[in-house]
């Protein structure tokens, strides 16, 4: 019943945007059907060597996304595990959730240039700061009887943090990656669009050149597409590998 629903909405969604398309309302060129666009997204993968550009957007955010996890969750677990840590760190981290990572493009370029290396940094300031908190959170959220049954036990403060508090909280750690990289997508373009010669958002700036609103909104359905993928193999893995919970 729910898989039906869902794909009524969508059913509904793309013919309200045909029929959109296609009334007097808005001119052809401004937006082309879905089937313009699907035809402009064969055309770009096979005769443009888009199929090139999908794969250097794919690479940049998972490299970026692994090195903030690697900064975040070692923070976050610090932060959720001892307070003095948390009282050290978070009044300096969480001010930085709330700066716009696209105000950083300006010394990103002067520091980094115009390479991989300044839309890696921009990726990476995009989620970094709500990774840490999340994950903090995460491992806060542990039921604390437990922890206190495991001292009680005779744990040590080490076996309490490997034994007891990365275990109960590794199926939230994986959740939280998963709603995180959704949000790292959504930066992909901002971090593309300027001095790119490659990947989605540089096509897409290319179309905007020429007006080709479809190559615009082909290259806006395969990021939806990829982020889908995505959120579809983080749920496959936290199926796989927390099967008590379901």
Known sequence: MKFALGISAWALFILSWHLLAKSSLTPDALLPTPGTVVTALYDLIAERGFGVDIWQSVKRILISFAIALAI???????MGSFPVVESFLNPLISPF????AP???????????TGDGQKIALLI?????????????????????????????????KNVLWHVILPASLPSYV?????MMAVS??????????????GIGAMMMRAKRFVRVEDILAGILVIGLLGLLFD?????????????LY
């Open 72 to 78: 975040a969750l070692p923070l976050g677990i610090l």
């Open 97 to 100: 959730r709330y700066l716009p």
């Open 185 to 198: 997508w959504t930066y992909l373009v901002i971090a593309e669009i300027v001095a790119a010669t490659d």
């Open 103 to 113: 105000s950083f493009v300006p010394l990103l370029l002067m520091w980094l240039g």
């Open 125 to 157: 300031l995009g989620v970094v700061w709500f990774l840490v908190t999340l994950l903090m959170d995460n491992t806060k959220a542990v039921r604390e009887e437990v922890v206190e049954c495991s001292r009680t036990l005779g744990a040590t403060k």
């Open 175 to 179: 959740d939280t990656a998963r709603q």
């Open 232 to 244: 579809l193999i983080f749920r496959l893995l936290h199926r796989l590998w927390f099967r008590y």
